[in-house]
T-cell receptor, first 115, second 114 residues
Framework: DSGVTQTPKHLITATGQRVTLRCSPR?????VYWYQQSLDQGLQFLIQ???????AKGNILERFSAQQFPDLHSELNLSSLELGDSALYFC??????????????FGEGSRLTVL | EDKVVQSPLSLVVHEGDTVTLNCSYE??????LLWYKQEKKAPTFLFML????IEKKSGRLSSILDKKELFSILNITATQTGDSAIYLC??????????????FGKGTKLSVKP
């Protein structure tokens, strides 16, 4: 158990809908990262927040948005869903802004299926 | 465009075999290279490499980085069925005080048969 909690574990929805994925980082970790893992693309970095502020942005679509709240939990919002958005979405946390120790703690992921 | 390429994409071996997984990269402003093991869901950290030629070792696993040729290898000796997993290579890139982002390869799926 990494200490990173993601909900829901599984989610099935229809095209055009909107969903929210939630992540609670390890106690004391200030950075939260979101990754998307699909079969053909591997793990793709979406976005990072550090202590409530957006820190880095990767291949995140405009239909997706995220935020980190004062209690450090984070939410990833996916809207106007398309079939291609079906993937495993991981949240990871680390203590600082940079991955100094090289260690990200990953949650178990939220599997999104868009029908 | 930054990229990380892993080979082979999949590998089937028998218990006791030794395997070598490869990771090559092209990134601007390299900071570190990391290996992760993904068994069922969450990737777990194995190694972080920043300097060329220095082997990192943990039990039967070891890894080394070549910053001149831009690659790393992960060796697993005396493989066991519990080593079956997807092994992910990631490179952290970034510059100055900016955050380094992890760019992942697609992974090598290792299957160890009894």
């Amino acid at each position: 158990d990494s200490g990173v909690t993601q909900t829901p574990k599984h989610l099935i929805t229809a095209t055009g809908q909107r969903v929210t994925l939630r992540c609670s980082p390890r106690s004391g970790d200030l950075s939260v990262y979101w990754y998307q893992q699909s079969l053909d693309q591997g793990l793709q970095f979406l976005i990072q927040y550090y202590n409530g502020e957006e820190r880095a942005k990767g291949n995140i679509l405009e239909r997706f948005s995220a935020q980190q709240f004062p209690d450090l939990h984070s939410e990833l919002n996916l809207s106007s869903l398309e079939l291609g958005d079906s993937a495993l979405y991981f949240c990871a946390s680390s203590p600082r802004a940079r991955i100094n120790t090289g260690e990200l703690f990953f949650g178990e992921g939220s599997r999104l299926t868009v029908l | 465009e930054d990229k990380v390429v892993q080979s082979p994409l999949s590998l089937v071996v028998h218990e006791g075999d030794t395997v070598t997984l490869n990771c090559s990269y092209e990134v601007t402003n390299f900071r570190s290279l990391l290996w992760y093991k993904q068994e069922k869901k969450a990737p777990t950290f194995l190694f972080m490499l920043t300097s060329s030629g220095i082997e990192k070792k943990s039990g039967r696993l070891s890894s080394i980085l070549d910053k001149k040729e831009l690659f790393s290898i992960l060796n697993i000796t005396a493989t066991q069925t519990g080593d079956s997993a997807i092994y992910l290579c990631a490179v952290e890139s970034g510059y100055g005080g900016s955050q380094g982002n992890l760019i992942f390869g697609k992974g090598t799926k290792l299957s160890v048969k009894p």
